[in-house]
Structures are given as structure tokens and as C-alpha cells.
T-cell receptor, first 115, second 114 residues
Framework: GAVVSQHPSWVICKSGTSVKIECRSLDFQATTMFWYRQFPKQSLMLMATSNEGSKATYEQGVEKDKFLINHASLTLSTLTVTSAHPEDSSFYIC???????????FGDGTRLSIL | GESVGLHLPTLSVQEGDNSIINCAYSNSASDYFIWYKQESGKGPQFIIDIRSNMDKRQGQRVTVLLNKTVKHLSLQIAATQPGDSAVYFCAENAGGTSYGKLTFGQGTILTVHP
């Protein structure tokens, strides 16, 4: 089946640091990837849609200058949390689908903790 | 539409029982639905999907039922096992210009007791 890899799985860093999270589709090309944020015991909240070769589309309320997304190739999207603060601590998950109309496959998430 | 809950619904069953997890969706334009299983500390794992032109679909030990009249989706798990313990999310896709984007339900915590 489809495999989506996310790295790192866990990050702890100081307030003010910028953190980059990578999402790779390992066995298929993904023109579109998605980034979600999940708080404990809550559902997944879509942050943005990452489009290969073009700008990401952000959901309402998500600061695009805070959460920088780059989708430079058909197998890699990155999310950079800039100048992270404790309130940015969360579980960030990416997903991708083989083709429109097929299910999204998810990475195993990145636990981000800002001290 | 989106729903975020601070207290997820819970379902506790005995090993071997059948489980039914329910989901209400709000967008009548949604035409594609997916059930995901999320274990602690991991990303959601695809279980089964169904399109709006169907009302039932079966997989291995799982069945999804779709009732478009009342905008209700259910996941039935047969002979539930301890390994089925997880949070289960339904997700809907509205099609059209938002094709590919998913809106997740609030989730249900399933606990299977040996």
C-alpha cells in the first residue's frame, strides 16, 4: 500500500527556534499533500493544502508566515514552524493521496514541544 | 462540517463482540467518505471508504453503511479484538473545488476488553 513518511517524529526545542518537518510519499508521486494539526483528544484540523510547484493554500485562521510550506518535488513537502512558541506545541501530521478520489494516506506525525 | 470536541465519545466492548461506531456529517454535498483508525502517537490509518452512490460496503471484518437521507455514516467491526482499540474517525470529502480535502469528525474512542 501507499506509504507516507514523516520526519522527525519528535522534536523538543527552545522558544524562538524554527522547526522543519518533512513529509515524503515513498512509493507514489503526490502533486498534493495536506498538513494537519491535532491537539490531545481532539480531531484533526486541516492547516493547509500543499501543491507541488505552487503556493500552499491555507485554511482560515492559519498564519501562512508562521507555518511555511514548500512542496518542491512530487514526493516531498516540508512544513516549517517559524519562531516557534509554546502555543505551537502540538502533533503535526501530513497526508498525501495517489490520485483524486482516492483516500489520503497519513504519515505517523511529528510531536512538537516548545519549551 | 468540522467538529472539534474536547471529550471524545467512547465505546467499550468485550473481545469477540461486534462494534458499531457512528458518525453524523453535515455537508449534503459530500460524496466520498472514509473511516480511519488512529492509534496513540501515530497517524490515522485507512480502514475503508465509500462513495455516495453506494449505501454499504464491506471489507475484512468491517462494514461501512451510509445513509444520505439523514447524513449518517457507521462503521461496523465484527468480532472485535483488543488490537482494534484506538480512536476512529470518519472523514468526508465535499467534491467540487474542494476535491481531495477531507473534513474529519470528532472521533470515537474504542476500547476492547479481553
Amino acid at each position: 500500500g501507499a506509504v507516507v513518511s514523516q520526519h522527525p517524529s519528535w522534536v523538543i526545542c527552545k522558544s524562538g527556534t524554527s522547526v522543519k518537518i518533512e513529509c515524503r510519499s515513498l512509493d507514489f508521486q503526490a502533486t498534493t499533500m495536506f498538513w494537519y494539526r491535532q491537539f490531545p483528544k481532539q480531531s484533526l484540523m486541516l492547516m493547509a493544502t500543499s501543491n507541488e510547484g505552487s503556493k500552499a493554500t491555507y485554511e482560515q485562521g492559519v498564519e501562512k508566515d508562521k507555518f511555511l510550506i514548500n512542496h518542491a518535488s512530487l514526493t516531498l513537502s516540508t512544513l516549517t514552524v517559524t519562531s516557534a512558541h509554546p502555543e505551537d506545541s502540538s502533533f503535526y501530521i501530513c497526508s498525501a493521496y495517489r490520485a483524486v478520489g482516492q483516500p489520503q494516506h497519513f504519515g505517523d506525525g511529528t510531536r512538537l514541544s516548545i519549551l | 462540517g468540522e467538529s472539534v470536541g474536547l471529550h471524545l465519545p467512547t465505546l467499550s466492548v468485550q473481545e469477540g463482540d461486534n462494534s458499531i461506531i457512528n458518525c453524523a456529517y453535515s455537508n449534503s454535498a459530500s460524496d466520498y467518505f472514509i473511516w480511519y483508525k488512529q492509534e496513540s502517537g501515530k497517524g490515522p490509518q485507512f480502514i475503508i471508504d465509500i462513495r455516495s452512490n453506494m449505501d454499504k460496503r464491506q471489507g475484512q471484518r468491517v462494514t461501512v453503511l451510509l445513509n444520505k437521507t439523514v447524513k449518517h455514516l457507521s462503521l461496523q467491526i465484527a468480532a472485535t479484538q483488543p488490537g482494534d482499540s484506538a480512536v476512529y474517525f470518519c472523514a468526508e470529502n465535499a467534491g467540487g473545488t474542494s476535491y481531495g480535502k477531507l473534513t474529519f469528525g470528532q472521533g470515537t474512542i474504542l476500547t476492547v476488553h479481553p
